[in-house]
């Protein structure tokens, strides 16, 4: 295990703890990342659980705010960050006083998370956003937040992203992995981001049959209005992250950037799509879930 500065072809370098192999955000100490990575797989698990996993900005905290609004009931902003859930992020002790029905979170690759939750076939959320989206808004993301000590242009940063160079290793790795689990497993539900942008209520009405969560159809709305991006932005920087290494974020940085999709349009180059293609079109276009998006 070790603090790793990963550089990119223009010489800037990006802080990631690497443990065994695998690219970690340095949200703690080093030694204490190893030691919450590690622990995960053994992570006591109940049958109430429900896991919201997707790749790095690709809809994590949106989706866990609908799904803890679905299962509390109530069309009402939760007053924490889903940091506070994330496997990754906090200490099992942490996890283990949440009180139930837990909604925890991760980017986790799924062969790292709890043993348990599959054996328990607790419920999982899986959201798959376009990963040419997830590049551009994980290129701010990284540039934002203070850890990440990262000050590259985006032309550089894109060869890492493509390269399974930064946090959680290998993209299309990570989603061939969720794709044969949704193969095999009923207990685990997909949702596009694009989808959910485009017809949140249609998503939510979905999700909350996928949790056996009987809503009326004014909660749904609700729901739906209260997860809104413009609401969301307005409402949870409202709740600071106090339980990671801090000062967290840069000056004027927001974890809710834009929210948009088809972004990377307009960030891409003709030469930086064409990379992309060379790099990921036909893996892309073998994959069921990434079909959409070639």
């Not at 109430?48 to 900005?57: G, H, N």
């Not at 946090?167 to 959910?196: G, P, Q, T």
Request: glycine content about 4%.
């Amino acid at each position: 295990m070790s603090v790793v500065k990963i550089a990119d072809n223009g010489g800037h370098t990006m802080n990631l703890t690497n443990i065994d192999g695998y690219n970690m955000v340095s949200f703690r100490q080093p030694e204490i990342v190893r030691e919450i990575f590690y622990n995960i797989p053994q992570l006591k698990c109940r049958h109430d659980d429900v896991f919201v996993c997707a790749s790095s900005k690709s809809g994590t905290h949106w989706t866990w705010e609908i799904v803890s609004m679905l299962l509390t009931g109530k069309a009402e902003i939760i007053p924490k960050s889903k940091v506070a859930h994330m496997l990754e992020a906090m200490l099992t002790e942490i996890i283990d006083e949440i009180p139930s029905p837990r909604v925890l979170n991760s980017h986790l690759h799924l062969c790292r998370l709890p043993r348990e939750a599959l054996e328990k076939k607790c419920k999982f959320v899986f959201i798959l956003r376009d990963p040419r989206d997830v590049a551009v808004s994980l290129y701010h993301h990284c540039k934002g937040i203070s850890l990440y000590e990262y000050d590259g242009m985006f032309e550089n940063f894109l060869p890492l992203f493509l390269e399974g160079k930064l946090e959680y290793n290998n993209y299309l790795e990570y989603v061939a992995e969720w794709e044969k689990a949704l193969e095999e497993r009923s207990e685990i539900h997909l949702i596009y981001y694009e989808d959910l942008k485009t017809n949140c209520i249609d998503e939510v009405r979905k999700l909350a049959l996928f949790l056996g969560v009987t809503c009326t159809d004014d909660l749904i709305r609700d729901i739906s209005y209260k997860c809104s991006f413009e609401q969301m932005k307005v409402e949870k920087e409202k709740y600071p992250l106090e339980e990671l290494r801090q000062p967290f974020f840069r000056n004027n940085f927001s974890m809710f950037r834009k929210g948009a999709t088809g972004e990377w349009k307009n960030t891409f180059t003709v030469a930086q799509n064409e990379y992309f293609d060379s790099m990921f079109l036909e893996k892309m276009k073998n994959s069921k879930l990434l079909r959409r998006y070639t």
